[in-house]
């Protein structure tokens, strides 16, 4: 995947495993966030996210497509809150257990306002 996207990836939660973690605890691994046009992003560390589309831990393993009509503005709204999310993540500090990839993740679905049962969060994101 490259900064020109993947559009197979379009509107997903991006999930790859973290070795040797994931092999011991499968559910936990790194979460990132595409595009509109298929590029990942995710929060790799203190002040960075990378939106060029390499995620940390390598390609994706898993992916879950978020129906884009049921966010409220559709893909100019994906795409800013994304952004928004970016943004707010290159400004922190990354903490392992309590501000990290999968708060990122929650941060830019959240801003989204899309409708769900209950806010993601953290731990709402172990698909």
């Known amino acids: ?3 020109q996207g993947n559009e197979d990836l379009a509107y997903t939660i991006l999930w790859s495993p973290l ?5 011991l605890v499968p ?10 046009s298929g590029v990942a ?3 790799q560390g203190s002040y960075y996210v990378s939106d060029r589309g390499r995620m940390a831990f390598g390609e994706p393993t898993r ?3 978020i129906n884009i009509d049921q966010i409220p503005g559709g893909a100019q709204t994906w795409d800013e809150m994304v ?5 707010l993540y290159s400004t922190r500090v990354h903490n392992i257990v309590a501000d990290n990839c ?9 801003k989204m306002q ?7 969060s953290i731990c709402g994101q172990s698909w």
């Open 1 to 3: 995947m490259t900064a």
């Open 19 to 23: 070795p040797p973690i994931t092999w």
């Open 27 to 36: 559910f936990i691994g790194h979460l990132g966030i595409a595009t509109s």
């Open 41 to 43: 992003c995710d929060f």
């Open 63 to 65: 992916a879950l497509m």
């Open 83 to 87: 952004r928004e999310a970016n943004n």
């Open 102 to 110: 999968h708060s990122h993740v929650a941060c830019a679905l959240n």
């Open 114 to 120: 899309a409708p769900m049962p209950i806010p993601f």
